[in-house]
């Protein structure tokens, strides 16, 4: 039988209905593997161990005594280290945070806790979600399992690492422009970023306003929908949390394929992809015709201008939302200044990193007097024609498919003096985040050994659709593969 720690949460609950195994086990095989290998991955930057076996005995108890204690009960759980814990630290992965403790829990782990969470610990990340490869953190960077040379992705690649190398079952974490499909497709796992107000943004630490969302990364499909179903809904602290009730992820995204119809827009299937990548996309394409699905090519014109928008927009808002870590009312502050505004300056000096630096002017540039309709108002008009770019091509296709990356992971060190390299990293995840909508990344083969992401677009608030073509496709590529024992941490 396969490891506890590296069965799918699905299998698990099955298991622990019937009896065969405890939620205590459960959680053992689990902190047994983080024993092994968390000083060679560095998925966390804090670990909650007492809490989490106080909540996998709870939940036994409750058991035993025939009680149901939650759907999400016995399933050890990572959260990126973005979402607010009531009493335990909450970081952003950054020094301006090290000491920060909340004193509530963000809606989604409300949700969670009822559910019977069993939290092992807060995931590594980039500062404040600003990054590709999770090497901008302040408490160092976290490794690829599949090869600890390279990077899981970023900035949400604590939570995919964790649960790649079996130190969690499960993980959320927060995607503003690719950061949680693109640290899925780095680790080979599903990641989904839903629609935009599908689930609440109450307390989760905000980078880009318009552009975050929570979500799920998980071993498959599945698991996914079934997180979804957890956290998703509307939420009145949250005033851009849709008013709608969910359907039922998991029944919803039954069925086949057949007569869907699938577009590839050539736009994401440009220079700088991969052999490998160019490879993968056009066996699936051909997957999705064995299927019965009816592809063709699409075209979303003003694709090319995305990146561009978004590092505009993003720095913007982050500019915004940043100008509270001040050192007056939580976090960091240095002593020894003369004044409240060399205090601020050297506060924010000393507690956040280059590339937290570097967004921050980018944006209070693009917001300033004189450059704000040059800048910050023309990144909005182009990121309203990307919006119909996609609502034309939702006309005509049910789902998009594209490269989640252009590449596999990359080596650590390689792209971190190059800004613009490493945010080339997310070209194909960015204009799913403009326009709101939602997207999953699955597995769909390997380069070189490292996986390689899928990654499929549906419309507004069709995540049954994406979910259901995701899951088809994961059957018929049948992806096995798990990290290895070479440069890795193993199976």
């Excluded at 016995?74 to 920060?100: F, Q």
């Excluded at 808002?317 to 050192?327: I, K, V, W």
Aim: charged content about 25%; overall charge negative.
């Amino acid at each position: 039988m396969e490891a506890l720690y590296a069965m799918k949460a699905w299998e698990l609950q099955d298991m622990i209905d019937r009896g065969e195994v405890s939620v205590s086990e459960v959680l053992d095989a689990v902190l047994a593997r983080l024993e092994q290998v968390e000083n060679e991955v560095h998925s966390y930057i804090t670990l909650t161990l007492d809490a989490a076996r106080a909540a996998a005995a709870e939940a036994d108890r409750a058991r035993d005594g025939g009680k149901s204690p939650g759907a999400a009960a016995g399933i050890p759980m990572a959260i990126k280290d973005v979402l607010c814990t009531r009493g335990i630290r909450t970081t952003c992965g950054s020094r301006i945070l090290e000491e920060y403790i909340p004193v509530y829990d963000a809606t989604v782990l409300e949700r969670l806790r009822h559910a019977g969470l069993v939290l092992v610990g807060k995931a590594n990340m980039d500062e404040f979600a600003m990054g590709s490869s999770t090497e901008n953190s302040a408490y160092g960077p976290t490794r690829n399992p599949w090869d600890l040379e390279r990077v899981p992705g970023g900035s949400s690649g604590g939570s995919a690492a964790a649960v790649a190398a079996g130190e969690a079952i499960w993980a959320l974490g927060s995607d503003t422009g690719g950061s949680i499909r693109q640290p899925a497709s780095f680790c080979g796992l599903v990641g989904m970023k839903p629609t935009y107000g599908l689930v609440s943004r109450y307390g989760l630490v905000a980078f880009a306003s318009s552009l975050d969302q929570v979500g799920p990364i998980a071993r498959d499909v599945r698991d996914c929908a079934l997180l979804l179903s957890l956290i998703a809904g509307h939420d009145r602290r949250d005033s851009t949390s849709l008013r709608l009730e969910p359907p039922d992820y998991l029944s919803a995204m039954q069925g086949d394929i057949r007569g869907l119809r699938v577009g590839m827009p050539r736009e994401l299937m440009q220079e700088g992809l991969t052999p490998g990548v160019r490879k993968a996309m056009e066996d699936c394409l051909q997957k999705f015709e064995q299927l019965g699905a009816e592809v063709d090519e699409a075209t979303l014109p003003n694709l090319d201008y995305a990146l561009s928008a978004y590092y505009i927009i993003a720095p913007a808002e982050a500019s915004s939302n940043l100008a509270r870590f001040d050192g007056v009312r939580y976090g960091l502050r240095v002593e020894g200044a003369e004044d409240m505004m060399e205090m601020y300056g050297r506060t924010r000096a000393a507690g956040f990193g280059p590339e937290v630096k570097r967004r921050i002017m980018l944006g209070t540039y693009a917001l300033s007097a004189g450059y704000y309709e040059a800048y910050y108002g023309q990144a909005q008009k182009v990121r309203t024609l990307i919006i119909r770019d996609f609502d034309a091509a939702y006309e005509k296709y049910d789902i998009l498919v594209s490269p989640t990356t252009p590449t596999p992971a990359f080596a650590l060190g390689e792209k971190v003096e190059d800004p613009l390299a490493m945010y080339l990293s997310d070209v194909c995840t960015i204009p799913v985040n403009l326009a709101g909508i939602p997207a999953i990344s699955i597995p769909c083969g390997l380069e070189d050994g490292l996986p390689v992401g899928l990654q499929i677009m549906g419309k507004v608030l069709d995540e049954t659709t994406v979910l259901r073509a995701a899951r088809v496709m994961e059957e018929a590529l049948a992806f096995r593969e798990k990290p290895g024992s070479g440069k890795g941490v193993g199976a």
